[in-house]
């Protein structure tokens, strides 16, 4: 199946490690000129810029860099983010702030700079990577949730305002997935017990009875972005195993 990404820019930010990885990857095998992102040195796209989206300007030099080298943005990822394991009623002022910058305002700033450039062109493509969390509440994510139910509203907003534009905007709302931010050393798991047991509960606690694997998040990422989903504009996918039940 023709995925339409051939010669087509894209960027995907948190790149380096889980989920965005793989979307980088899989953009790249289907044709596309991928720009990755992240704090790490090296990425797998065809360009690789280090920045870090929680700093006002950081979205803005990861598209500025891709609109350098390529000429334009015609597709962007917003999958960076990340929380601890923590309570409502602990959360500092300045844990409310970094988790606003990072987990929304990265998303924010990364889309109004490619949306320049879109609108000019009458065409663009936008999938925000949101969570269950932003669905319904974790109260041992409870920022995190926040934030990423605001990337909802978010996203639709944008599907609203430039749909006349030719853009497209979605967004992903996967669940618990088997990537570093759960599975590794002082991880999500980590921090909630002991690390099997907390897997096997969290696992059992999905219909499906197992964490996602990352290639099943970012394959819905990288139909989203596609030619395929042309009418696809507005949605919230979710990517949970059945988590979240559909209300009717």
Same mark, same amino acid.
């Given at each position: 199946?023709?995925? *339409?990404?051939?010669?087509?820019?894209?960027?995907? /930010?948190? !790149?380096?490690?889980?989920?965005?990885?793989?979307?980088? =990857?899989?953009?790249?095998?289907?044709?596309?000129?991928?720009?990755? !992102?992240?704090?790490?040195?090296?990425?797998?796209?065809?360009?690789?810029? %280090?920045?870090?989206?929680?700093?006002? @300007?950081?979205?803005?030099?990861?598209?500025?860099?891709?609109?350098?080298?390529?000429?334009?943005?015609?597709?962007?990822?917003? =999958?960076?983010?990340?929380?601890?394991?923590?309570?409502? @009623?602990?959360? /500092?002022?300045?844990?409310?702030?970094?988790?606003?910058?990072? =987990?929304? +305002?990265?998303?924010?700033?990364?889309?109004?700079?490619?949306?320049?450039?879109?609108?000019?062109?009458?065409?663009?493509?936008?999938?925000?990577?949101?969570?269950?969390?932003?669905?319904?509440?974790?109260?041992? +994510? &409870?920022?995190?949730?926040?934030?990423?139910?605001?990337?909802? !509203?978010?996203?639709?907003?944008?599907?609203?305002?430039?749909?006349?534009?030719?853009?497209?905007? =979605?967004?992903?709302?996967?669940?618990?997935?088997?990537?570093?931010?759960?599975?590794?050393?002082?991880?999500?798991?980590?921090?909630?017990?002991?690390?099997?047991? %907390?897997?096997?509960?969290?696992?059992?606690?999905?219909?499906?009875?197992?964490?996602?694997? &990352?290639?099943?998040?970012?394959?819905?990422?990288?139909?989203?972005?596609?030619?395929?989903?042309?009418?696809?504009?507005?949605?919230?996918?979710?990517?949970? *195993? *059945?988590?979240? &039940?559909?209300?009717?």
């Amino acid at each position: 199946m023709d995925l *339409g990404f051939e010669g087509k820019v894209c960027v995907v /930010t948190g !790149s380096t490690a889980g989920i965005g990885l793989v979307v980088a =990857n899989e953009l790249r095998a289907e044709g596309a000129r991928v720009v990755s !992102s992240g704090r790490r040195d090296e990425g797998p796209g065809d360009l690789h810029v %280090v920045a870090d989206l929680a700093r006002p @300007d950081g979205a803005g030099e990861v598209v500025a860099a891709a609109e350098a080298a390529f000429g334009r943005v015609d597709c962007l990822v917003n =999958n960076v983010g990340g929380t601890e394991i923590r309570k409502l @009623d602990e959360l /500092t002022e300045d844990d409310w702030q970094r988790s606003f910058e990072l =987990n929304l +305002m990265s998303a924010v700033r990364a889309t109004r700079a490619a949306l320049r450039g879109m609108r000019g062109r009458g065409a663009g493509s936008i999938v925000n990577v949101s969570s269950t969390a932003a669905k319904r509440p974790s109260a041992g +994510m &409870p920022d995190y949730s926040v934030m990423k139910a605001a990337m909802l !509203s978010y996203s639709r907003l944008v599907a609203d305002l430039y749909a006349g534009d030719g853009i497209r905007c =979605n967004a992903v709302t996967p669940g618990p997935t088997a990537t570093d931010a759960w599975l590794g050393a002082g991880g999500l798991a980590e921090q909630q017990g002991d690390r099997d047991e %907390v897997l096997a509960k969290v696992g059992a606690g999905r219909p499906l009875g197992r964490l996602a694997e &990352p290639e099943e998040i970012a394959a819905v990422i990288v139909f989203l972005l596609s030619d395929r989903a042309s009418y696809v504009t507005g949605a919230a996918w979710s990517a949970d *195993g *059945g988590t979240v &039940p559909i209300i009717i």
